[in-house]
């Protein structure tokens, strides 16, 4: 009949389970404050458990031995306590401030409890009965002490452990809640059947079985690890089956019979020990990629979860500024026109004769007015275009025609300012086009305008030809040119260059407005120029029609 030793199996198991967990945390992070106060704690769980089932089995000489080894057993206990709550501190942060009462309090206490548990003041005397096994123990005045301190740590432990609970949120919550309940049971299991039960009963026979209350907060420890990813799973996994592959070859190695199986097996396990120490880094190093790669994945996503709410506030301002702009701009037009027209009519004499002074005065009103009605309308286009509201009223036009009436207008202007003025055009039926010919128009005079703004001397040369089919407007002058980034920018929105230093009425518009009526008509406008001090050509191009 097989006989089992219930104390052994209990033994065994804790402490098989307490070596493969400790091995597992200790080799994921050797830097880990919480991993190798995990570790200690395992440890001397393991060495307590030994200590506690050897106390019941082996058969004592002579007192004084037993008397140490029930010492060393409590010593233990203590030390046991001492780096659970430890780890209370430091899980799951590897955040550890140590606080003054800790170090002025705790330590000093647990100093004075550990040295004393060694002398008479703890356990004073024990007896050994026939056997060799301990019979009674006679408990000193520190017994109290011993209890106290021992009991203090748990509940300080089980209280910050509580605290954090109460403070995590999500995996950390769940991390502290299983921490909590296993340690509980624990300690629950500990007290009773190494102290309560004991005393009360006067009896001893249950605290061999003690290392087996370990198990519970063992296994929700490592449940807690599993689930909730404190260390990885797959690492996890690795390891266990590389150490029990390990220990089944050392195994064979030892119990092998002749000299050339151990030599065999011992080959075949420093291979597999290496082996098995390359798998595990390379296993590691993927663990870690791949959770590098998830974080980054979830910030990434939170980023794009912010810019997109941010395009939208972007979109939503925008359609704000579009409408406040059209309506402030509607607001404008009809107060300029009307101190734009009674400005024409003083200055031409409609309300009498007015003096030199009076007649400049009223002619610059009359500019200013002119300039900011030219932005108005600039301002109502982009609007309109930015809303998908600009209509068009496309029918075959002469833009030579076009143009040369814009140049007439600009003569005197241009002669005013010292310049020269030169106008080429093909015969009028080459340079018929299709188009909204008002908006081309507007293009035709900021062409023009902008030229005769930023040319100080020389001259501006006006020509509208017919190439490959193709009718071109240019408009080419003599003034401060531009460099290659300017013209990569000077059709976009608010786009001024150097040369608007010269000239600060622009808006920015003029050629953004350009640019977007003319790809409307399935046209181009480009810009070409040598450099700064080199002058600048504008042009505009646009689909030729047989008159």
Excluded at 84 to 103: A, D, G, S, T
Excluded at 135 to 150: E, S, W
Excluded at 397 to 425: A, H, P, R, W
Excluded at 517 to 545: C, Q, T
Aim: aromatic share 12%.
């Amino acid at each position: 009949m097989i006989h089992f030793d219930l104390k052994l199996i209990s033994i065994g198991l804790s402490t098989l389970v307490s070596i493969i967990i400790s091995i597992i945390v200790i080799s994921n992070n050797r830097k880990s404050i919480t991993n190798k106060t995990f570790f200690a704690f395992a440890i001397s769980t393991i060495i307590w458990g030994i200590i506690n089932y050897l106390n019941s089995q082996i058969s004592f000489k002579n007192e004084d031995i037993a008397l140490f080894f029930l010492r060393l057993n409590l010593f233990l206990g203590l030390s046991q306590a001492f780096f659970l709550f430890r780890f209370f501190i430091v899980f799951p942060k590897e955040i550890y401030k140590q606080k003054w009462f800790e170090k002025f309090l705790i330590l000093p206490l647990i100093l004075i409890t550990s040295i004393l548990i060694f002398t008479p003041y703890v356990f004073s005397q024990v007896s050994v009965f026939i056997g060799g096994h301990i019979d009674q123990v006679v408990n000193g005045k520190g017994i109290a002490l011993f209890g106290m301190t021992a009991i203090g740590l748990v509940i300080s432990g089980l209280i910050i452990i509580f605290k954090k609970y109460l403070k995590y949120k999500d995996i950390e919550r769940m991390q502290s809640r299983l921490i909590l309940n296993g340690s509980f049971l624990m300690f629950f299991l500990i007290i009773l059947f190494n102290f309560v039960l004991p005393n009360f009963f006067n009896n001893s026979i249950y605290v061999p079985y003690s290392a087996v209350f370990v198990i519970p907060f063992l296994i929700l420890t490592c449940y807690s690890i599993l689930q909730y990813h404190l260390f990885s799973l797959k690492v996890i996994t690795t390891e266990l089956i590389t150490f029990i592959l390990w220990i089944f070859i050392l195994t064979r190695t030892l119990m092998a019979l002749t000299l050339q199986e151990k030599i065999i097996n011992g080959i075949l396990f420093i291979i597999v020990v290496i082996v098995g120490i390359l798998l595990i880094k390379s296993v590691r190093k993927e663990v870690k990629q791949r959770e590098r790669l998830e974080f980054l994945d979830k910030e990434l996503e939170k980023s794009n979860n912010y810019l997109e709410k941010a395009n939208d506030k972007l979109k939503s301002l925008d359609k704000l500024k579009t409408e406040f702009v059209s309506l402030a701009s509607h607001q404008l037009r009809s107060p300029l026109t009307a101190i734009k027209g009674y400005a024409e009519m003083l200055i031409a004499g409609d309300y009498g004769n007015i003096g030199d002074e009076a007649r400049e005065a009223i002619d610059r009103m009359y500019q200013s007015s002119k300039n900011l009605a030219i932005v108005v309308e600039d301002l109502l286009s982009v609007t309109k275009i930015e809303a998908g509201g600009m209509k068009y009223e496309m029918a075959p036009f002469d833009l030579s025609k076009v143009v040369e009436d814009e140049v007439k207008d600009f003569t005197m202007v241009i002669e005013k300012k010292g310049l020269k003025l030169n106008f080429e055009k093909d015969e009028s039926s080459m340079c018929m086009a299709n188009g909204d010919k008002e908006k081309i128009r507007q293009i035709i005079i900021n062409f023009i305008d902008n030229s005769v703004k930023y040319t100080k001397e020389g001259s501006i040369n006006v020509s509208v030809k017919n190439k490959n089919n193709k009718v071109v407007f240019c408009v080419k002058d003599t003034g401060m040119g531009m460099t290659e980034e300017i013209k990569e920018s000077l059709f976009q929105k608010f786009a001024r260059g150097d040369a608007a230093k010269m000239n600060s009425t622009g808006t920015g518009l003029g050629l953004y407005l350009a640019k977007q009526i003319i790809e409307a008509h399935k046209g181009r406008v480009w810009v070409e120029s040598d450099g700064p001090n080199k002058g600048s050509a504008f042009y505009m191009e646009l689909e030729a029609i047989k008159n």
